[in-house]
């Protein structure tokens, strides 16, 4: 979504679709892919996070996905762990 590499999808993080409790469309991250829904896949990388963000794909990947505050958040707080797991022990 954020680059054109193409990715194992074991690596990608799980971008899902989700309703508030307002009836808006959220963007919620998925790191056990579990959450029901359509999903987008996105690298761990930070770069990949930024251009998605700064395009608005997810907005396109997720139609009608108007609150990306999740995504913003973990990309700025969560996104380095994942991108390193080694760094998480
Ligand atoms: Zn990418």
Redesign the pocket.
Known sequence: M??R?V?DRSELVRLVRTSTASGDMEVAVDLRRRLPGRGAW??P?PA?WSKALKRRAIGRALPGVTAVAAAESFAANELALVAKPEART
Do not use: P, S, V, Y
């Open positions: 954020g680059c590499k990715g996105l690298h990388d990949c």
